[in-house]
């Protein structure tokens, strides 16, 4: 079993939705990241979070420590934001904000216009 | 400011030959990190480090070898490729410790064994 679990695997809406992307993992981390890759193949990284929530424009990045559980939300879903999303952990067992990281494997979405 | 660079975009190596792929940020980032991208298997690590003259293993670590002798460049070295190893190839660097610090990716490296 992956440590780190995303779901959907794949995702196609309709612009203008709504859209939750999960991620879920059964280690100890330190941080969770949510990483963007475009279909060029570049990585960009969203956010970075421990604890709480964090937002920027139409992009939402919710944590649970205690559910070990992280979502990814997207308001007024548009085309552009057709991509895979990655989420990733920090292993606790290291310093730092950064160190072993593990990966999900990714979720495919396609926003249709 | 280039960010993180990745050279070379692609390559096509012959089992057993050697490459070095190089990476390097002009950041000043303490951070910096080797991840190979597999159909299916998401992104995995293959080896870190978070300052000059230190280096760690990642998930997957065998069959490559890094150093980091200054805070800029921290390359990748392939000793004796095999088919194995043909995936694609990314740097990312950051600051070392610190919130809210994101990862900054170089642009991949697409590499075939055959």
């Known amino acids: 079993k992956n440590e780190v679990e995303q779901s959907p695997q794949n995702l196609t809406a309709q612009e203008g939705e709504f859209i939750t992307i999960n991620c879920s993992y059964s280690?100890?981390?330190?941080?969770l990241h949510w990483l963007q890759q475009h279909p060029g193949g570049g990585i960009v990284s969203l956010f970075m979070?421990?604890?709480g929530k964090k937002k920027h424009g139409r992009l939402i990045a919710t944590i649970n420590i205690q559910e070990k559980h992280s979502s990814l939300h997207i308001t007024a879903s548009h085309p552009r934001d057709s991509a895979v999303y990655i989420c990733?952990?920090?292993?606790?067992?290291?310093?730092?904000?950064?160190?072993?990281?593990?990966f999900g494997k990714g979720t495919k979405l396609s926003v249709k216009p | 400011n280039a960010g993180v660079t990745q050279t070379p975009k692609f390559q096509v190596l012959k089992t057993g030959q050697s490459m070095t792929l190089q990476c390097a940020q002009d950041m000043n980032h303490e951070y910096m990190s080797w991840y190979r991208q597999d159909p299916g298997m998401g992104l995995r690590l293959i080896h870190y480090s978070v300052g000059a003259g230190i280096t760690d293993q990642g998930e997957v670590p065998n069959g490559y070898n890094v150093s980091r002798s200054t805070t800029e460049d921290f390359p990748l070295r392939l000793l004796s490729a095999a088919p194995s190893q043909t995936s694609v190839y990314f740097c990312?660097?950051?600051?070392?410790?610190?919130?809210?610090?994101?990862?900054?990716f170089g642009n991949g490296t697409r590499l075939t064994v055959t």
């Open positions: 990733a952990g920090t292993l606790m067992n290291y310093g730092g904000s950064q160190g072993n990281l593990i």
């Open positions: 990312a660097s950051s600051y070392w410790d610190r919130a809210n610090s994101p990862l900054h």
């Open positions: 979070l421990s604890s």
């Open positions: 280690v100890g981390i330190s941080a």
